[in-house]
């Protein structure tokens, strides 16, 4: 497979992490994307090959690994942004009691905060994590110790913010991840359920089309996908379609919708699921899935449009209308079918 297209290529942004944490993830993944996109700190550039060589290896040989580094990526409309959302969110007490928690903070490089475009706003951010026993002190200059629910938080939100200057860049960014419990834990975190909101929240498992790539080369998969790699972002895409779609409908409606997606969508999948098996004679093993916050952005909802499109569509100017609905891709582990 050749370099990445000119023309906005559709690139998974994996998120909460700096890299994946399952290679059979990501074998499937690249099948569904024109590649993969990691948000790597400077100091950290070589940790992806450490972590993964034979995978990081392969897809940057075919092309399809893009390393966006948050020292010159993110802009100053990005950290202004997170910097808006993370202080709404203090602000609001959601996140006073982690501090109870007894737990192992994570290092989060402060380029990640928007550290390096814009200092101040960072170390506000930092100054007020701290007086809540969020954060700690930075041990090495470029990362600071901060509690790992709220490290995830800043993580989620990047993956949603970052899209626009993606766009700029002429790459469009789909956040994805491997750890689909992440938006379960952060709603708890966030007490979603009990905030009001004119919206609601998208989580489907649409259709089991992935299979177990565990045991499969990672060249033999890449020569699977320039086959029939087209048919599976066909499929993707029509997915981001629909998420876009269902957040500008009532409950009543989006039922309904669902009901005549998964019968549109049946014999796409089937048909899917019958050329990856018989190409490799395995049983299915994982599922793509979709799952996305549809809050529309009302006069004091900012927390519960944090996780949707809401301010970041507006502030991102996407084409997305507001309330259209932010999404993410999944692939969740299924048991081994006889």
């Not at 995978?55 to 990526?73: A, C, D, N, R, V």
Request: charge should be negative.
């Amino acid at each position: 497979m050749g370099p990445l297209q000119a023309e906005a290529p559709n690139l998974a942004f994996y998120y909460p992490a700096f890299m994946w944490h399952n290679s059979d993830w990501i074998k499937n993944i690249v099948l569904f994307f024109d590649g993969v996109a990691l948000l790597v700190p400077e100091y950290m550039l070589d940790r992806p090959h450490h972590f993964d060589p034979s995978i990081t290896t392969g897809l940057k040989e075919h092309g399809l690994l893009t390393i966006l580094e948050p020292e010159s990526f993110i802009t100053q409309e990005a950290a202004e942004l997170l910097t808006t959302q993370l202080t709404d969110i203090l602000v609001s007490g959601v996140l006073d009691d982690l501090v109870n928690d007894v737990t192992e903070f994570r290092e989060l490089s402060f380029s990640r905060l928007g550290g390096v475009v814009d200092s101040g706003l960072a170390t506000m951010i930092l100054d007020e994590l701290q007086k809540r026993g969020l954060a700690r002190t930075s041990k090495d200059g470029v990362s600071v110790p901060i509690h790992p629910k709220v490290h995830s938080l800043v993580l989620v939100l990047l993956a949603q913010i970052l899209r626009a200057p993606g766009r700029d860049m002429g790459l469009t960014l789909h956040p994805a991840t491997d750890r689909s419990r992440i938006h379960e834990a952060l709603k708890d975190i966030l007490r979603l359920p009990s905030m009001p909101s004119a919206g609601h929240v998208v989580s489907s498992d649409i259709e089991a089309v992935g299979i177990d790539l565990g045991p499969v080369p990672l060249d033999e998969v890449l020569d699977f996908r320039k086959a029939h790699g087209a048919q599976y972002r066909r499929y993707a895409e029509d997915l981001q379609k629909f998420v876009v779609h269902i957040g500008g409908v009532s409950a009543e409606e989006e039922q309904e919708d669902f009901r005549l997606r998964r019968e549109m969508i049946r014999d796409a999948a089937n048909d899917l699921s019958k050329t990856a098996t018989q190409a490799w004679r395995r049983p299915l093993g994982l599922s793509l899935e979709i799952a996305g916050a549809a809050w529309q952005l009302t006069t004091g909802d900012m927390i519960g449009s944090i996780l949707g499109l809401g301010a970041v569509v507006a502030a991102a100017g996407g084409s997305e209308t507001p309330g259209a609905g932010a999404y993410s891709y999944l692939f969740s582990a299924r048991a081994k079918l006889s």
